[in-house]
């Protein structure tokens, strides 16, 4: 099992990240977590075919983790796919979505392909080996009552990866390390957003769980040269160091337990 991190940027828009998005490989299948601005170039600059994609999960509608979905969509359509694509979004989000992409003439009628849309509130299940687990995160909850008000949803997930190699949490956007500290407690990897969570609380929970192997991704600019200091190949005398993202870093679950 595969993790790619092809969008590794904060919310910020910086020359030499893309947004946020995670490819999840294992064997010929390929699930992508989020969609941020430059998901599509960034597929391609790593040999990746779109069109191939299995389903597209949306953790929540912050643009820096859905801006590249509709180009995406295009890409494929343009490729002339005809396999369903399966995408999940938080529950209440469908319609929006289905306007959305009415909007910008991507009809059902005129498609190559049927995007599927269903609400993201159950176990995904990719082939017969990979399970994706949504739980619900906080980083949502300072914008509830005025989204209320607004008439939408405020929810946001994050996932729970299951495998033949282990098992990993992706983060996505969270209100700090306690949304996601039980499920990555019986995971083997954490890749774990490093906007909302502070450093020292990151290098806090891998003290009490050593075997945890933390990549940092959401890379803020403020980080960047704390980035630097923790290159994916410092060994930093740990058994497993805290690593920074950079684009299209990859990462083999079974050479990290």
């Known amino acids: 099992m595969q993790f790619i991190l092809t969008g590794t940027a904060s919310g910020i828009p910086v020359a030499h990240r893309r947004h946020a998005s995670v490819l999840l490989r294992h064997g010929q299948r390929m699930v992508l977590l989020d969609a941020g601005e430059g998901v599509s170039a960034s597929l391609l600059s790593q040999d990746i075919d779109p069109v191939l994609l299995d389903a597209v999960l949306i953790s929540h509608t912050h643009a820096d983790h859905v801006a590249g979905l ?38 059902e009628e005129k498609w190559s392909f049927p ?9 995904i299940r990719v082939g017969e080996e990979l399970r994706i687990r949504p739980f619900p995160n906080r980083h949502l909850d300072r914008v509830r009552e005025l989204a209320g008000r607004h008439g939408i949803p405020a929810d946001s997930f994050s996932f729970y990866i299951s495998g033949p190699d282990g098992g990993a949490v ?64 410092d060994a930093s005398g740990a058994s497993h160091p805290l ?15």
Request: hydrophobic share 45%; net charge negative.
């Open 243 to 257: 690593l920074f993202a950079h684009d299209g870093m990859r990462i083999d679950l079974e050479n990290h337990q």
């Open 115 to 123: 995007v599927i849309l269903r609400a993201l509130d159950d176990e």
């Open 170 to 233: 992706v983060s996505s956007d969270i209100a700090s390390i306690d949304d996601i500290a039980e499920a990555a407690a019986t995971a083997d990897l954490l890749i774990i957003d490093s906007t909302h969570v502070a450093v020292g609380e990151l290098e806090a929970y891998m003290t009490a769980h050593p075997e945890l192997t933390v990549v940092c991704t959401h890379v803020p600019p403020e980080l960047e040269p704390e980035a630097g200091r923790h290159r994916p190949d």
């Open 70 to 107: 509709p180009l995406l969509l295009q890409g494929m359509h343009l490729a002339e796919r005809e396999a369903p694509l399966d995408i999940r979004v938080p529950p209440g989000r469908e319609q929006w979505f289905r306007d959305w992409f009415a909007g910008l003439y991507i009809f």
